[in-house]
């Protein structure tokens, strides 16, 4: 019993030391983080401005479309997926199930449109993405 008792107060202790600590580790951890970031509003207004223009060339547009690509198969197996940036410049890719094999195809997008034909699900998926 001694012994129990002797180890319930170190884990007490152990419990009450780390509480104690909690706010100097909360508080260094802020002036860390805070240690990189520019002090006045011009400066915060401008790491906004670089990071949204860096924002506007990924990929952030993405829609699916799932069908059935051939009237006696079920389950909506083939698909087309747009992925897209804020200009609309990406990729349509497909990928089209049959029986016995499966075919994807990958096509460039420029300004919400591309200059290979598209098929009726792939326009709908570059529509689905616009904003």
Known sequence: ???FLAL???VLAVVALSLALQP???ARRRSQLADGLPEDVLGLRQEVAALRAEARGSLRHLAVV???AFG???GAMSWSV???DDAGDGVVLTS???RSEARS???PVLAWSSDQVLSPEEAEAITNARP
């Open 82 to 84: 747009a992925l897209l």
């Open 8 to 10: 319930l107060a170190l």
């Open 66 to 68: 799932r069908y059935d």
């Open 105 to 107: 195809y990958a096509k």
């Open 24 to 26: 100097r580790l909360v």
């Open 96 to 98: 089209i199930h049959g």
């Open 72 to 74: 006696d198969m079920g």
């Open 1 to 3: 019993m001694p012994m």
